[in-house]
């Protein structure tokens, strides 16, 4: 498994140096400290910063200054990881690290290729990570179509990271939203056959409603007309149900979301599983009777307030479904539930914590990721959306416009837990301020130098067969750098279920490369190279300046057709994690 072999080799310089100075009575700490890097505001300050002397100073009784002094003094390996090694007031150890050192990330680049960034953090535990959950009521929206973002890239950092994980749909196909859709779609039936129909005040009103009645209407003929209005309500319903549902399907699958299971809540109702997990909370006291409904103890585990789960007319609520779905996810045998709700479901985590602790596990075996709405914007106006009315742009239509790589990551620009306006005509510009196009470009531009590269007969080398001693550039290890800090801004997203630090990541990692493009040479003059955007070629000789004339020699060609070697690695391997692809041309 890969890591990042500079900071590990930092932070094990620093921690040698503290149990050295414990070691000979410099410093009196009982336990080390954890320790962490920082960057420094200034490249000039150097790679890294440390705040430990500063931690330390208290307890140690003496000035940051003296403390920092001691660690440096006790710094064993300082000769072989650090070119310079200060120390700024009040305490702070700024390290220079060795150029060898840096350079060793691009060979272990090289080693892993595709396994760059992995980590063995999960050690095979299991998670079961539920998202989506839409019911099947009508097709996806773009709301839906964020949560499904965000759930994928969190199950695929998790697995990178050496979790054992599952995706699993639970499909809401029991309850009052199920009725109404069947009222809604057996209205329309019947006005379609000319019948007077009285709809539903909250039904379903969008267009799709009448598609699906028109449907039903071509398997079942007129039969429904004189059939008991609640037995052609249930039949409405059941093909409604199959026929949305496999829209949904159809809809995830076009925008690249596979999930291992899907799960009926109707199948809990069926076998009896509410009822039976119902009586085992009553036997150990956990429910109780009150003005004719069933409640749950939840306040007892931290709820604000006990949770009814059968209601006065004797229907469940939909907690009781919950409690049992959750009873069954526990009952699995994993180490870890993971649940994407919308950030309107808020207030509900309480009373799940509550469950799962009610079952006996700690409250912690759950973790909620809330995701707010989406709004979606064209020409600078919002686009107003009503699922009950019907006045609603689907998932399905935000990927065939823009495209589902596009989607994507605009799904997971920001914190899933803060609201993201989404504006579709950038998400269709072929242009820098388009953050996907400028990402996937970076990995397209490479492919072209390739391309270029084979045309004139210069081959691509590995790092292990250039020299990359002569990569001496600020910018090239700046690059470098950029490229050292991905596994650990894998493992940091995986920790915390936050893809969005990744994709600022590839837009940093993007502008890196194109930055260093457009200002340095990677190959030398020719009469004619291939056009940026691989469609044709231009004259390239006479744009060059002196400086950049000079600096091409075959070795550096070499030594940064290299490093561009592993920069497209970690472009694809980051933009794997996300679920989007990474193209050769653009």
Known sequence: MSRDIVQEKVIDALQDALQQAKRRGQLKIEALPSVTLDQPKRPEWGDFANTVAMTLASSEQRAPHDVAQIILENMAQREAIFDRV?????????????????????????????????????????????????????????????????????????????FDVVQEYYVNDAGRQMKLLGTS????????????????????????????????????????????PEQAEQRCRDLAQEELLGLIRKDLQAFGIEFDAWFSEASLMSSGAVRQVLDDLTQRGLLFEQDGALWFRSSSFGDEKDRVVRKQEGDYTYLASDIAYHRDKLMRGYDLLIDVWGADHHGYIPRMEAVVQAFGYPKDRLRVVLVQ?????????????????????????????????????????????????????????????????????????????????????????????????????????????????????????????????????????????????????????????????????VTDAAALSVRQREEMTPGLTAARLALMREVQQVLRNGLALLGLSAPDRM
Do not use: C
């Open 86 to 162: 200060e120390i700024a007031r009040p305490g702070f150890l700024n390290m220079t690290v060795k150029r060898d050192l840096w350079l060793q990330v691009l060979s272990e680049i090289e080693a892993q290729g595709e396994a760059y960034g992995r980590a063995d953090l999960g050690k095979g535990r299991r998670v079961l990570i539920e998202y989506v959950s839409a019911n099947p009521t009508g097709p996806l929206h773009v709301g839906h179509g964020r949560g499904a973002a965000v759930g994928q890239a969190m199950a695929r950092l998790l697995a990178a990271v050496g």
């Open 185 to 228: 779609v057996y209205a329309r039936y019947l006005e379609q056959n000319g019948r007077a129909a009285t709809f539903p005040e909250e039904g379903y009103h969008g267009a799709y409603i009448a598609a699906v009645a028109a449907h039903v209407q071509e398997r079942v003929g007129t039969t429904l007309l004189d059939a008991p």
């Open 373 to 537: 709405m989406v709004s979606l914007m064209r020409a600078g106006q919002k686009v107003e959306m009503s699922k009950r009315a019907g006045e609603f742009i689907t998932l399905r239509e935000v990927v065939d416009e823009v495209g589902a790589d596009a989607a994507k990551f605009f799904f997971l620009m920001r914190r899933s837990d803060t609201h993201l306006d989404f504006d579709l005509d950038l998400a269709k510009q072929r242009s820098a301020d388009n953050p996907v196009y400028y990402v996937q470009y970076a990995h397209a531009r490479i492919a072209s130098l390739y391309r270029v590269a084979e045309a004139r007969g210069i081959r691509v080398p590995k790092p292990s067969e250039a020299d990359l001693s002569l990569l001496t550039d600020a910018d090239e290890f700046g690059l470098i750098r950029k490229l050292a800090a991905y596994p650990s801004v894998v493992r940091a997203s995986a920790e915390a279920l936050e893809p969005h630090r990744l994709t600022f990541y590839l837009q940093e990692l993007a502008g890196l490369l194109h930055t260093f493009y457009y200002k340095h040479r990677i190959m030398p003059p020719a009469v004619e190279a291939e056009a940026p955007d691989g469609q044709g070629f």
